[in-house]
C-alpha cells in the first residue's frame, strides 16, 4: 500500500477517483487527509470536514475482494472499520448499511463508507469525526488516538478478514440495534435487506 498525505483536499474520494482514472495513480494507492472542504457522502449529501479529522481514500484491484458481494463492498470496509476503532476502545456500532454511528441518549452519526468502481478498481472513501463534530447533529469518536494509527489498524485487519466473517458479526449487531436505528427487516448473507419478502440492497 502506497499513503500519500495532504494536510488539505476538497476531497479525498474525488481526488483518487480523478487520479485512478487518468492512470497517474495505481492501485492499492490510499489517500488521506486531516482537513476536507468538499467532502461526498452517501446517496448525493456532502461530508462536512473539520480540520483534525480522518478523511481518507483507498484502491484495489476488484478481484482482491472476490468473496465479497460486489453491492455490499461498503459493508465490508465499514465493519472491518468499526472493528478496528472497537479495539482501540471505541463503543461505535455501525448502522446498515454504511455509516459509523455512536449510541449515547442518543445514536449520533460520527462516520460514513462510500464505495464505487472504475475499471474494474474499487474506490473506498471513508470519513471520521475523530476530534470534532462540524453540528449538534453529528458526534464525534470517544477514544484519543492518532489518525495515523487508526488508518493503519483499518489496513492490518483488511488484510486479515474475510466476507464470511463480516457478515456473521454483522448480522448479531444489526438484529441489537435495528430498533434504534428505525431499520426493520432481516440480513441477508448478501448484505442486502430482506422486508417483506423484498430484498433492499444498498448503494455504494
Known amino acids: 500500500m502506497k499513503y500519500l498525505y495532504f494536510d488539505s483536499l476538497p476531497s479525498t474520494q474525488l481526488y483518487l477517483y480523478e487520479k485512478i482514472k487518468n492512470k497517474e495513480l495505481t492501485p492499492p494507492v490510499c489517500v488521506w487527509s486531516e482537513l476536507q472542504t468538499d467532502g461526498i457522502g452517501s446517496r448525493g449529501n456532502s461530508w462536512i470536514g473539520k480540520k483534525g479529522n480522518l478523511f481518507f481514500s483507498f484502491a484495489y484491484d476488484k478481484k482482491r475482494f472476490n468473496d465479497v458481494p460486489l453491492q455490499s463492498l461498503s459493508i465490508y ?106 431499520i426493520y427487516g432481516n440480513l441477508t448473507e448478501d448484505g442486502s435487506l430482506e422486508n417483506n419478502k423484498k430484498r433492499i440492497y444498498s448503494k455504494r
Open 77 to 182: 470496509f465499514g465493519w472491518i472499520f468499526k472493528t478496528a476503532l472497537n479495539e482501540m476502545g471505541s463503543k461505535a456500532v455501525m448502522k446498515w448499511p454504511n455509516d459509523i454511528y455512536l449510541i449515547e441518549k442518543e445514536p449520533k452519526k460520527i462516520g460514513g463508507v462510500i464505495t464505487q468502481i472504475i475499471n474494474d478498481i474499487v474506490i473506498c472513501g471513508i470519513g471520521l469525526n475523530t476530534r470534532f463534530a462540524p453540528n449538534q447533529n453529528f458526534g464525534c469518536l470517544d477514544i484519543d488516538v492518532k489518525n495515523d494509527k487508526i488508518l493503519y489498524r483499518f489496513f492490518e485487519k483488511l488484510n486479515n478478514t474475510s466476507w464470511d466473517e463480516v457478515i456473521k458479526d454483522f448480522k448479531y449487531e444489526f438484529e441489537k440495534y435495528k430498533r434504534v436505528f428505525g
